[in-house]
């Protein structure tokens, strides 16, 4: 007999059109009703599994107690979420930052500037302010009809800070969710089950406009990045500096142009390299200024640095790659050399961590956990050799932490 007929069989699995909390009330009950679309309607003292009840309370499965309100509280907050995902979504659609460029708008001149149904678009407007979108210079009164066409609406802070002319991250808040928005289209029913992606994303990318794309986003963002890196790391001690992943060279040659007694050597693969080449020979930086190609998950890295940098690299690859990476920095670096990683942190930044893992699910080339908390780079980073002298956590002013740490000698 083989190994899957000595194995009991698997339950079926959940139908899309009825989930299994459904099935098993319906079979427990026989005064479930039942309307002409197959959805159950449960009577209001109907149980269900995996939750005792006890008085006004519940416990869940893992013993905790939850009131009713908490329970509930905790449902309307997982599809408040999809609600300001969409809203968000439609905002950009309908190029609301442009439209508040002149100024705040009243409802009646937005929604026939937008050409919008006046009824639905002053709801629209609405749901944007609840979810703090949009924000009024003035209460909503009891005259809808009044305030139509006299309450003004604004861009909210963070949006209007999001999209500001001129701001680099603009470019990346658009590219991403661009890019979020063709991962949300792919049906995560079909996709776990292993159907083919129609628009698989490959990492690193291997056709020219994808790695363009790439580095347009890495350089668009990398001087904020920068700022924080060098809030918390001495350059001015530095003299041979490893940049793994360094992109197209965008903070290289920040750095050589302030740090004169700097050479840089940026370790990455063979078409972001040539982009880095070509700008340190027309700003006259080659002789500080190295770009070596490779590709880490197969390489060695250069040795006889005395700090290696991994900026915005290791929340984009698994812990087994990283802990692989940290062994190559730490042969990489002389005696007392200094390793800085600067990347967000899942405990730091869990909607990000959540945004980003989500997105990666139908796409085969990204691995698991790519985004981990600071325990997890402690960890690493004492079993490959290394102690760690400073941990600068995010702030307001960044999402990124900075880890320096030392080369045990």
């Known amino acids: 007999m083989s190994k ?12 899309p059109s009825l989930t299994t ?3 098993t009330a319906a079979a427990a009950s026989p005064s479930v009703a039942h309307d002409h679309a197959g959805h159950s309607h449960a009577p209001p003292s109907a149980s269900y599994p995996g939750q005792v009840v006890v008085g006004p309370s519940v416990i869940d499965a893992a013993g905790a107690t939850l009131s009713p309100g908490q329970v509930e509280d905790t449902f309307y907050q997982i599809l408040s979420g999809g609600a300001r995902y969409v809203l968000f979504t439609s905002l950009i659609d309908f190029d609301l930052p442009s439209l508040f460029l002149s100024g705040p708008r009243t409802a009646d001149e937005i929604t026939t500037w937008l050409h919008l149904d006046r009824h639905r678009g002053r709801k629209w407007l609405h749901a944007l302010t609840l979810a703090g979108l949009l924000s009024a210079d003035a209460p909503a009164s009891a005259d809808g ?4 066409a006299t309450r003004r609406f604004r861009l909210s802070p963070a949006i209007a800070r999001m ?5 680099h991250a603009s470019y990346f808040y658009r590219e991403f969710l661009r890019y979020y928005r063709a991962s949300m289209a792919q049906a995560l029913y079909p996709t776990l089950r292993g159907v083919p992606v129609e628009y698989a994303v490959r990492y690193p990318p291997t056709a020219p406009a994808d790695i363009a794309l790439l580095h347009e986003w890495m350089r668009n963002t990398a ?3 920068l700022t924080v890196l060098r809030r918390h790391v001495d350059y001015s001690s530095v003299r041979q500096l490893l940049d793994v992943g360094g992109g197209d060279g965008t903070m290289a040659m920040e750095l050589w142009r302030d740090f004169p007694q700097l050479n840089i050597t940026v370790f990455n693969l063979p078409t972001p390299v ?4 070509e700008t340190a020979a027309r700003l006259g930086a080659s002789d500080r200024v190295l770009g070596v190609p490779g590709d880490f998950r197969y390489d060695d890295l250069p040795v006889g640095y005395d700090m290696v940098m991994f900026s915005r690299v290791l929340a984009d690859w698994p812990p087994e790659l990283c ?11 002389q005696p007392g050399g200094r390793l800085v990683i600067c990347e967000p942190l899942a405990d730091q930044n869990p909607d990000l961590a959540l945004s980003w893992e989500h997105s990666y699910l139908p796409y085969d080339d990204f691995g698991l956990n790519v985004y981990k908390p600071l325990s997890l780079y402690q960890k690493m980073l004492a079993e490959t050799g290394f102690t760690v002298t400073a941990i600068h956590p995010r702030d307001d002013n960044t999402i990124h932490c900075v880890i320096v740490s030392e080369k045990n000698s």
């Not at 007929?5 to 698997?10: D, G, I, T, W």
């Not at 999209?163 to 701001?167: I, K, Q, S, T």
């Not at 040539?274 to 080449?277: A, C, G, N, T, Y």
């Open 145 to 148: 009809n009044a305030d139509a």
């Open 323 to 333: 802990r692989a990476l940290l062994q190559k920095a730490h042969r990489s670096l």
């Open 21 to 23: 909390q459904d099935e």
């Open 4 to 15: 899957d007929e000595n194995q009991s069989p698997l339950p079926p699995p959940p139908s």
């Open 163 to 167: 999209f500001a002319a001129g701001n």
């Open 223 to 225: 001087l904020v990045t």
């Open 274 to 277: 040539d982009m880095l080449r």
